[in-house]
């Protein structure tokens, strides 16, 4: 998507910028939802709502990614891009070759905080009945009559242990990929 929205060729502009505000702005919720509910609706499916998560999630996520990695290219110098094509090498050979590496320096540290919020996103698949941490603190309250305050603390001490080791390796790989100057 990242591709699509620095593309020369405006109809795949178009398409980028549209897929990415159009995910990027709905709420996760609505999106499960729609696509769970909606696809059983129109004949398509059932999905497992497992998978269902995943996808949504995915196609959720790849958003995010994609306004990311865009910034990420609008760092690299201009004069790269043109360097590239006046030796002869195409768009495509232009972003992969020149572009996407130097680009992917700079965007590590977000792409961390994103995946470090995809698993905190992953929350929201409860309304779609997935058992994930969040649904099973609710469970196990409702059935077994438990006081919610230290289940919800300890769901929320496991999404620690989940998101800091995660915060820790994006700073550790984002130091040692960073630019010295």
């Excluded at 129109?42 to 958003?63: C, D, E, Q, R």
């Excluded at 990614?65 to 201009?78: K, S």
């Excluded at 002869?88 to 590496?101: E, H, K």
Aim: proline fraction near 6%.
């Amino acid at each position: 998507m990242a591709a699509c929205r620095v593309s020369p060729v405006p109809p795949l502009q178009w398409f980028g910028a549209t897929y990415v505000e159009l995910f990027r702005n709905a709420p996760l919720s609505v999106l499960m939802l729609l696509f769970v509910f909606g696809l059983t609706k129109a004949g398509v499916g059932p999905y497992s709502f497992f998978a269902s998560a995943i996808v949504v999630l995915s196609i959720y996520t790849s958003a995010f990614l994609a306004e990311t990695f865009r910034a990420g290219i609008n760092t690299v110098a201009a004069g790269q891009a043109e360097a590239a094509r006046a030796i002869g090498l195409t768009f495509p050979q232009t972003l992969g070759i020149v572009v996407f590496p130097q680009a992917l320096r700079t965007v590590v540290g977000p792409i961390g905080n994103l995946f470090i919020a995809l698993i905190k996103n992953s929350s929201i698949a409860s309304v779609i009945s997935v058992l994930e941490l969040s649904k099973r603190s609710n469970l196990l309250i409702d059935q077994q009559g438990v006081s919610p305050i230290p289940v919800f603390l300890g769901a929320a001490v496991a999404y620690l242990i989940l998101t800091l080791p995660s915060g820790f390796l994006v700073g550790y790989v984002e130091r040692k990929v960073s630019i010295k100057r």
